[in-house]
């Protein structure tokens, strides 16, 4: 089976994404593209090169878009999404309607500046869910203490 997901940009607030059939997991298409991004090759990740347009609703139905990374040049911020989402979340910027197969939007699970990560958190699947992990609780925490 495929590990199909998205990868794009984030421009003015909004975002535009292409489909990868593929390899979308983070060691895979989130580590290449992280790469492109952080060192600005992203000449090989032109929106829609294939004559696509843009895929963004795929983020909408978690069954079947399992992982999804964005990218915003300006302020150099990097996203990670994740698919199987059983539970809506009511900051999702792409809604918390359940497909048809009982799923929810993909979830941000992962948004900061690029150079917070590093190669071996895409890699290493330990490392990657530590990673996130960790981030989610400081993100909590920070919530906690601005209240």
């Known amino acids: 089976m495929s590990t199909r997901g998205l990868y794009g940009f984030i421009e003015d607030g909004e975002y535009t994404a292409t489909y990868k059939h593929s390899d979308s997991y ?3 298409l989130g ?3 992280w790469i492109a991004c952080r060192d600005g090759h992203l000449l090989g990740y032109g929106m829609f090169d294939n004559g ?3 895929s963004i609703d795929f983020i909408k139905d978690s069954l079947f878009c ?4 964005f990218y915003d040049i300006d302020n150099k911020i990097f996203e990670i999404w994740k698919g199987f989402q059983r539970e809506p979340d009511p900051t999702n910027p792409f809604g918390q309607e359940k ?3 009982a799923y929810y939007p993909c979830k941000r699970i992962y948004r900061g500046k690029i150079n917070s990560l590093s190669e071996k958190v895409f890699v290493d699947r330990n490392e990657f869910d530590s990673f996130i992990v960790s981030y989610n609780r400081d993100m909590q925490i920070n919530k906690i203490i601005e209240k």
Do not use: I, K, Q
């Open 52 to 54: 696509s347009e843009n």
């Open 31 to 33: 580590l290449d593209f």
């Open 99 to 101: 497909s048809d197969n």
């Open 66 to 69: 399992e992982w999804a990374y």
């Open 26 to 28: 983070p060691s895979g």
